[in-house]
């Protein structure tokens, strides 16, 4: 939020412990507390809401367990209207969901219950791991405006643009490269679940179950949720997009992504040989992924490391192969025949 110069920003945490605790952290927390535009209170989410005036054109509900105490009432319809009215026209709202803390029948109540207050929301995957998956789901108070030159918006701000590549989203294609759902998958994923509310509170009662399954903890799960989901995609990029050549950098990174996540839940596996064939196919698939490129030069290092000099030099070769334009494996390959 500090990167954002212009930016007015009310943080709410439940424990003031923490707030005291945040100046410790300076300055890799940008040290808050020293910046008038950001304000940070000791209060209750869902009571907050409810009392501040005035719109906010971001609201972000950040990770909290879903079967921690009172947490539950933080995923109600009634909490959800809440956080909209204090949208402003425009706004956007982003919840952030831990996979790996959630059962398929509590994230479906979830999707359904926000899917009732923001009928045009998305999925967005917050990172690329497959053991602790988190997918954030963005609602619009309005409907979600088409992209206008993003990569403007990207690159305006030097001290934003540094921090946004740290993140890997430097470009357009990163950005929607993170695309999970689009709200007709989610509708479809959703479609016979309850909704959560204050007076049916299925979330508070089913969370603390689903903690304990280990559906929750498998490598394969947020893979096998992002392939349910993809039958939407190519309609909604259309729809988001509009430029052809664009998009089809984007489907191409996604596909390359799920690739790549293939491929990390072959390893946690101990399949190592299918994990790098994997990585490999993400490599040729796009351009713009680089993933897949830099865990085979780190599969390469382990095994010239451990003495598999022929396995490593294969790899190399391979991506030498597919991706010409890049340096790296080829310098390695180069100090190997030393």
Request: with cysteine.
């Amino acid at each position: 939020a500090s990167a954002h110069r212009e930016l007015l920003s009310d943080g709410v945490e439940l424990l003031p412990e923490v707030i005291e605790v945040m100046p410790l952290f300076a300055p890799a927390n940008a040290d808050p507390a020293r910046n008038p535009r950001l304000r940070v209170m000791v209060a209750d989410a869902r009571r907050f809401v409810r009392t501040s005036g005035g719109g906010y054109d971001v609201i972000v509900a950040d990770l909290f367990h879903p079967s921690r105490d009172g947490a539950g009432a933080l995923y109600t319809r009634e909490h959800f209207i809440a956080v909209r009215d204090r949208l402003a026209p425009g706004g956007v709202f982003c919840q952030w969901l831990p996979l790996y803390q959630l059962d398929d029948r509590t994230l479906r109540v979830i999707v359904r219950t926000f899917l009732d207050v923001f009928p045009t929301a998305e999925a967005w995957l917050l990172r690329l791991n497959i053991e602790t998956p988190v997918i954030g789901l963005v609602g619009y108070r309005d409907a979600p405006a088409k992209v206008v030159e993003p990569r403007v918006r990207f690159g305006r701000d030097s001290e934003l643009a540094a921090q946004l590549k740290q993140l890997v989203l430097t470009d357009e294609v990163q950005l929607f490269g993170c695309l999970a759902a689009e709200a007709t998958s989610l509708a479809a994923f959703a479609a016979d679940a309850r909704v959560n509310t204050d007076d049916h509170p299925h979330v508070m009662f089913d969370a603390p179950r689903a903690a304990l399954a280990p559906e929750t903890s498998s490598p394969s799960r947020l893979l096998a949720l992002l392939r349910r989901w993809q039958t939407g995609l190519g309609p909604f990029l259309e729809r988001r997009l509009g430029d052809e050549a664009l998009r089809g950098r984007v489907e191409a990174f996604v596909e390359a992504r799920d690739q790549y996540l293939a491929g990390l839940m072959a390893e946690s596996e101990q399949q190592l040989d299918q994990a790098v064939e994997a990585y490999l196919s993400a490599t040729k698939t796009s351009a713009d992924f680089t993933w897949g490129y830099a865990r085979c030069v780190q599969v390469a290092r382990f095994y010239a490391a451990a003495g598999v000099m022929d396995r490593a030099r294969s790899i190399l070769t391979a991506l030498v192969e597919a991706r010409a334009d890049q340096p790296m494996a080829r310098e390695l390959l180069q100090r190997l025949g030393e």
